[in-house]
């Protein structure tokens, strides 16, 4: 089992970037594939970017990709989300997801995790 707690939420101006951080207890967080979601009020919790276990491999949401790049440090348990050129449309609770799987590729929905943390919240002002 693995726990995860994330960082680095704030308020930023549009144009701004921002880096999350996930931090993940356990001695076998480099099994784990690793990804980023948000969610606002009222919607479905929405699919950001993903990492396989090695970190070589890594899949973006259309909305995220060649703003947000997501990374790991398996030596330290953590991840990273670097979020660039914010946009309003980014404000939302970020949340970052484990999961277990054998077959290591990065996945894209929510029921591919078993493992959440508790959310951090991330606001773009105009």
């Known amino acids: 089992q693995v726990q995860l707690v994330e960082s680095g939420g704030g308020l930023v101006q549009a144009g701004g970037s921002m880096r999350l951080s996930c931090v993940a207890s356990?001695?076998?967080?480099?099994?784990?594939?690793m990804g980023w979601f948000r969610q606002i009020p009222g919607k479905e919790r929405e699919f950001v970017a993903a990492i396989i276990s090695s970190g070589g491999s890594t899949r973006y949401a259309d909305s995220a990709e060649g703003r947000f790049t997501i990374s790991r440090d398996n030596a330290k348990n953590t991840m990273a989300l670097q979020m660039n050129s914010l946009k309003p449309d980014d404000t939302a609770v970020y949340y970052c997801?484990?999961?277990?799987?054998?077959?290591?590729?990065?996945?894209?929905?929510?029921?591919?995790?078993?493992?959440w943390g508790q959310g951090t919240q991330v606001t773009v002002s105009s």
């Open positions: 997801a484990a999961d277990r799987a054998s077959r290591q590729y990065p996945r894209r929905y929510t029921r591919d995790y078993n493992y």
């Open positions: 356990g001695r076998t967080f480099s099994s784990y594939i």
